[in-house]
């Protein structure tokens, strides 16, 4: 198993955006263009970038604008947020995303996560799981779903949030709640 470390951008309302723990009610906005912001990690390394869909992840329409401005400037990217239907994964990828992140549909729709898989591939597809106390969280974080199951449901990369600590820089945010197993992996 190897790990990647990948810069992210977080974008509501076409800005860059910063929530502490998922609360919406706690967004800083750096008033900065997502694909500026993007294309800077590129310039300084980065070989892919995760750019996450704030409003999508809260059940709004998926910023496709957003999708073709990161394609037409040649960014590498994943994009999560809202990725629940293979129609929303298809379009993402189709308009240049190397990967589409899925979360709440693996625990709360297996049926759509695995029409998502089949629509893109289980290559173009990240497992992704917040975690708060043990629990997985989705929709944007800001409720529980369920306890978590560590099936990743056909996806062959897997990523993995601890959510208590988040982005207060006090170290790596190591996966101490979850062992992740790959898809082959039978063992209980």
Same mark, same amino acid.
């Given at each position: 198993m /190897?790990?990647? !470390?990948?810069?992210?951008v977080?974008v509501?309302?076409?800005?860059?955006?910063? =929530?502490i723990?998922g $609360?919406?009610?706690?967004v /800083?906005?750096?008033d900065? $263009?997502?694909?500026a912001? %993007?294309?800077r990690?590129? %310039?300084?390394?980065?070989? =892919? !970038?995760?750019?996450?869909?704030l409003?999508?992840?809260?059940g709004?329409e998926?910023a496709?604008? !957003?999708?073709?401005?990161?394609?037409?400037?040649?960014?590498p990217?994943?994009?999560?947020g809202?990725?629940?239907?293979?129609a929303v994964?298809?379009a993402?990828?189709d308009l240049?995303a190397e990967?589409?992140v899925?979360?709440?549909a =693996?625990?709360? $729709? %297996?049926?759509?996560a695995?029409?998502?898989v089949?629509?893109?591939g289980?290559g173009? !597809?990240?497992?992704?799981?917040?975690v708060?106390d043990?629990r997985?969280?989705?929709?944007?974080?800001?409720?529980t779903l369920?306890?978590?199951?560590?099936e990743?449901?056909?996806? /062959?990369?897997?990523?993995?949030?601890r959510?208590?600590?988040?982005?207060?820089?006090?170290?790596?945010?190591?996966?101490?709640e979850?062992?992740?197993?790959s898809?082959g992996d /039978?063992?209980?």
């Open positions: /190897t790990m990647e !470390v990948i810069p992210a977080d509501l309302g076409g800005e860059v955006v910063r =929530l723990q $609360d919406y009610g706690s /800083t906005r750096y900065v $263009d997502p694909v912001v %993007a294309s990690f590129v %310039a300084e390394g980065a070989t =892919l !970038v995760h750019v996450v869909d409003e999508a992840a809260r709004r998926c496709l604008d !957003v999708v073709e401005r990161l394609s037409a400037a040649g960014v990217f994943q994009l999560g809202g990725i629940r239907s293979a994964a298809r993402v990828i240049g990967r589409v899925i979360g709440s =693996l625990v709360s $729709d %297996a049926a759509s695995k029409e998502i089949e629509a893109v289980h173009a !597809v990240v497992g992704a799981v917040d708060l043990g997985e969280r989705g929709s944007g974080w800001p409720r369920v306890t978590l199951s560590t990743p449901r056909g996806s /062959t990369t897997a990523s993995h949030c959510l208590g600590g988040y982005e207060y820089t006090r170290g790596n945010n190591q996966p101490r979850l062992p992740l197993r898809a /039978t063992r209980g």
